[in-house]
């Protein structure tokens, strides 16, 4: 079962032609990382799906529900799409637990002690219940971005979208982040995500997708892709990585 569904997909800045008519299904539990330059698209097309860059042409269906150019109730889409940025975009003045309680009391109306119930859970999950009543001053950049993912898995979102979210840490806190999404990804969350993490691509993906000016140029399983690229300027961009 497929539980999105991208179809003509085109976005525009300006003049430049940023998504060039991408088709993508993905199934119920799947978990597909995007791949490519700098450039090529792969931020800005989950940011449409997200609904944080409107779409020019084409449409995307989420479990039925159909988006395109006009679409408006994005409210009720973002309760079943979580996604985590490169920065943690966390409340300063807000503790850890505060932080984590805005958005399903806010947004969904849930009362404080299921959210807190389910806080202190995702929190155990991820190593840092001691954490809970501290400040965003008071973490590590691994620590944020931990946190930052529950806050997103708080909503019980059916789809998780990940932008290149160890992109801004330090090399040895990287690992401590990418251990909760191949959690999740044991677990069954489907999942897109962006990331440059070469062994990690390859450990957590279903499907690769390779993107290159605007388009998905291959689309592949994860040995297939590493292994044995399509086309050349797959091999060229996997040439820059020492991932084996």
């Known amino acids: ?19 060039k008519d991408i088709c993508l299904e993905v199934k119920q539990k799947e978990v597909v990382v995007i791949l490519g330059p700098s450039g090529c698209g792969k931020s800005t097309l989950l940011r449409c799906i997200n609904g944080l860059e409107e779409i020019a042409e084409g449409s995307i269906q989420i479990e039925g529900q159909i988006i395109t150019k006009d679409f408006k109730d994005w409210t009720k889409i973002r309760q079943k799409v979580g996604m985590v940025f490169q920065s943690y975009e966390l409340f300063d003045h807000l503790s850890v637990q505060d932080n ?4 399903p009391m806010k ?23 001691h954490k809970i009543q501290s400040f965003p001053k008071e973490l590590s950049g691994g620590q944020k971005q931990r946190i930052a993912i529950v806050r997103s898995l708080c909503i019980n979102p059916k789809i998780m979208l ?21 959690n999740l990804a044991k677990e069954g969350m489907t999942m897109l995500i962006v990331t440059h993490e070469m062994g990690f691509a390859r450990a957590v993906a279903d499907r690769i997708i390779f993107m290159d000016e605007g388009q998905i140029i291959e689309l592949a399983k994860p040995d297939n892709f590493f292994d044995a690229p399509q086309t050349q300027r797959a091999k060229k961009f996997l040439n820059l990585f020492d991932f084996h």
């Open 100 to 103: 984590l309680l805005l958005a």
């Open 107 to 129: 947004v969904q109306k849930r009362h404080k002690q299921e959210v807190l119930e389910e806080v202190k859970y995702w929190l155990e999950r991820v190593g840092l219940l």
């Open 162 to 182: 990940f932008d290149e979210v160890t992109a801004a840490l330090d090399p040895e806190i990287v690992r401590e982040v990418l251990d909760v999404i191949l």
């Open 1 to 19: 079962m497929n539980i999105l569904e991208i179809k003509n997909l085109h976005k525009y800045y300006h003049t430049h032609h940023v998504l």
